[in-house]
């Protein structure tokens, strides 16, 4: 009981300090609408408001609200605390005509202090604009069929748009592949033939493809995101792109078609189209760097530091050393190369290992690159490294900038061993060499001799290896003709595969499920079920009935239920084949399922 109440007191401090912590207030609309289209203004606050005032909205119809809601969550995680708290007020709105709306800040008030929203700028385009696909009916009959789709050649297409057309070799820029509809996408490929020999490609990650409208030269278009990647051009000159295809599942209107009653229902009938579409070819002209750069210039275009980190300047001779040279900042940081480094003679170095961390977002490519060394001095004495240079071209003043280390000193002491070796794992015979007067790799252990007049036939090791050998053949003998014996059986075989089968039926149907090809995926889920139980009961798929299925599980003491959840699946996967366009939630569950109620059956019938 102390402890409860110690919690509730806690909580109640943490929510008082917490809720004094500034407050945000936005406000959030769509971006366009269509004239007499009714869409959603909500207004968030991350407290509770004693006070609330709406601004002015002109040119528009109230047609319902405000609807207001809350909800409130504390976390505390590693001593860390956390609350999230959100209070909307919700209005539904529809425009008058079309042009321009900019809506005021709303006012509020919370805990005596005055807050307001940002603005907010809705277009209002001409009704006609793209539907989203859940309101389609994809039925298809006889009728369907003999109807012609149309399909105006300006209602979707794709391209690449780039934030620059003029750049520097190597300088990165933002490429973004778009699409434009008009129509429902049920199905979308990826781009094909998307040649980008001539730059080097990192990717943006976009999350969940979603799409938003946007006026197009006056006309309304859905429009999606599906690609995005900074890209770093490998050579100078003009540079094209070439237009690159989808392909694409489209929604659109069946024509020639006499009007039903259910259309006011379920709207008008549409049927999917498959179209190709091409993009426009891209040119980018790319500006070649001055000719006068250093010898330290390695490909880094952008904006950089340069570090260097020696971890011991006092060692003595074969203690090993770690020299780290970091290069930081934004650009093409993965198409830097190493750094020209005059290590003493007495030195033993490696190659140096590469790491490289980079983030790259829509403001370009940030992040690091490490080379470290690894050095061994040989022989005693104070030893100079020159001072390291990292040379880059500066984008904002288009000069490049020279960075240097300065020089790097190193005492080495003599050790009790100078004279001999250290072995250093991963060092190949390649790696020898000359150091003053020493030659690495000298064998130092006594060899292995063995005595001459000796034979192997007609030893002990000899026999005991014909022995072995000859148990090891009886046995894989024997282990032969069971599986033959095995195999004979039929019953036995179909019985031991219709599990395994059942899953590479299950795994294509997932393949399908990610591809979102919905007909696809309820038909192997259904060969994968009724071929696994006609394995297991030994019945051909084409005897195969609900009722056989009953009464053969029933025979076999399976219960009741989990027979009932087959069948279920089975009705599920027969009516979804045919019944207009599903999100894929439904599709993970059924998968979910089919391999639960196939692992239940398998288990009982062991």
Known sequence: MRRILINILLFLVLSNWLTAQNIQFTASAPKS???GEQFELIYTLSDQPSGFRPPEFKNMNLLGGPSTSSSSNVQIINGKVTQNSAYSYTYYLSA???GTINLDPALATVNGKSYSSNTITIEVLKSGSPKSNSNANANNN???????ADLGSGDIFARILIDRNSVYQGEGFIATIKLYSKLGISNLGGPENLNLDNFFRQDIEIGQIRSERENIKGQAYLTAVIQKFVLFPQKSGEIVIDPFSMKVQVQVPVRNRRPSVFDDFFGPQVQEVEKKIYSLPVKIYVKSLPANGPNSFKEAVGDFTFKTTLDKQNVKTNDAINLKLSISGNGNIKMIGPLEIKFPTDFETYDPKISVNTNVTNAGVSGSKTFEYLVIPRHSGNFKIPSIEFSY?????????TLSSGELEINVEKSENEGTTNVISGVGKEDVKFLGKDIQFIMTRVPVFTRTGEFLFGSLGFCLYFIISFLLFIILVLL???????????????NKRANKIARMRLKDAHLYMTENKKENFYEYILKALWGYMSDKLSIPVAELSREK??????????ESDIIKKFLEILDTCEYARYAPIQDNTQMDSVYKDAITVISQIEQKMK
């Open 549 to 558: 299925v009953l009464e053969e599980t029933s025979n076999k003491k399976i």
């Open 393 to 401: 071209f500066d984008l904002k003043s288009k000069q490049y900038k």
């Open 96 to 98: 008058n005509k079309m």
């Open 142 to 148: 006889s009728e369907n069929n003999q109807a012609s």
């Open 33 to 35: 609408v269509e004239v």
């Open 480 to 494: 032969w003709r069971k599986r033959i014996r095995e195999n004979a059986n039929l019953v036995m075989v179909r």
